[in-house]
């Protein structure tokens, strides 16, 4: 079953500026995560933002997290073409570390 | 750095066919599992393994089973390949509640 569910589906934004994009959820988590795909590879995880965090930066990512929304929003600042990639959020209920992911953002950077 | 390998990167099979698909990681990870990505639907969990021998069902099971025979393999089997299996097969490894490692994923067609 779906937990994860990103807004919007598809986005497509000029290089240099920022992209924010969104994932609700519908039960409690232990931790949610962001994940990148490359058109025809494996995931690469970003970031893990655990339940009872609000905020994490990485480099040139800002995940938030606000639980009470059950939702959390992923924003790349300074976008570049490299950036085009699917995101995925998933959230970890704590079960054994399974993890169930959203369909996914498609994102396009262009130069 | 955790390396995921998978035996294939493409692979073609017929109708009620047998089919392995091989995973392998080499950072002593306890977890291991198995996902299908179809388009539209995002990936879907198939099984995973907590442990040498130990599995569960994931989201979708049927048509499918598994073998952890050693903590670094994890092998996901077709017993009798359908045209509805043909998809991207993506296997990934973590620690305990850490994030997911993938290998570049097997796209799976049977014919």
């Known amino acids: 079953s779906q937990q994860g569910e990103e807004d919007p589906q598809a986005l497509s934004i000029q290089e240099g500026e920022n992209a924010t994009m969104n994932c609700s959820y519908k039960t409690s988590i232990n931790n949610l995560q962001w994940y990148r795909q490359n058109s025809g590879r494996g995931l690469v995880h970003l970031i893990l933002i655990r339940s009872n965090e609000r905020e994490k930066h990485s480099g040139r990512l800002r995940v938030t997290l606000d639980t009470s929304k059950k939702s959390s929003s992923l924003l790349i600042t300074a976008s570049r073409a490299a950036d085009t990639a699917s995101y995925f959020c998933?959230?970890?209920?704590?079960?054994?570390?399974?993890?169930?992911f959203g369909k996914g953002i498609t994102l396009s950077v262009r130069p | 750095d955790v390396k995921v390998t998978q035996s294939s990167r493409y692979l073609v099979k017929r109708t009620g066919e047998k089919v392995f698909l091989e995973c392998v990681q080499d950072?002593?990870?306890?977890?291991m599992f198995w996902y299908r990505q179809d388009p539209g639907l995002g990936l879907r969990l198939i099984y995973f393994s907590y442990d040498v021998k130990m599995k569960e069902k994931g989201d979708i099971p049927e048509g499918y089973s598994v073998s952890r025979e050693k903590k670094e393999r994890f092998s996901l089997i077709l017993e009798s390949a359908s045209t509805n299996q043909t998809s991207m097969y993506l296997c990934a490894s973590s620690l305990v509640y850490k994030e997911q490692f993938f290998g570049p994923g097997t796209r799976l067609t049977v014919l």
């Open positions: 950072m002593d990870h306890e977890n």
């Open positions: 998933a959230t970890d209920k704590g079960a054994n570390s399974k993890l169930t």
